[in-house]
């Protein structure tokens, strides 16, 4: 059984820094895509950041430069770490893994295992 788990979410202020962590159990994160998405009160999903099983990423324009996606092949754990938070980075955030290897993958819809979610909370 394949479970996400999300964790590192929290309330920080504006300018502040958060890491966030997801930890796999079930599937091996290096043999597939994994992203990290967000979505505010009133607002569709959104993908914030991906990186493919050979490791390429991508970034919304929004965070670029701000926010940073890695993963620990060793901890079969993925990492956003989010710098110079602003309050419309407020949302729950998810990570979501491909069903198989592959690149980087912009929508959820290609995506099937996903996590419970963290909570992040920027205030100004």
């Known amino acids: 059984q394949v479970q996400l788990v999300e964790s590192g979410g929290g309330l920080v202020q504006a300018g502040g820094s958060l890491r966030l962590s997801c930890a796999a159990s079930?599937?091996?994160?290096?043999?597939?895509?994994v992203g990290w998405f967000r979505q505010a009160p009133g607002k569709e999903r959104e993908l914030v950041a991906a990186?493919?099983?050979?490791?390429?990423?991508y970034y919304a324009d929004s965070v670029k430069g701000r926010f940073t996606i890695s993963r620990d092949n060793g901890k079969n754990t993925v990492y956003l770490q989010m710098n110079s938070l602003r309050p419309d980075d407020t949302a729950v955030y998810y990570c979501?893994?491909?069903?198989?290897?592959?690149?980087?993958?912009?929508?959820?819809?290609?995506?099937?295992?996903w996590g419970q979610g963290t909570q992040v909370t920027v205030s100004s």
């Open positions: 979501a893994a491909s069903p198989a290897r592959g690149g980087i993958i912009l929508s959820a819809t290609g995506y099937v295992y």
């Open positions: 079930g599937l091996t994160f290096s043999t597939r895509a």
């Open positions: 990186i493919s099983s050979g490791g390429s990423t």
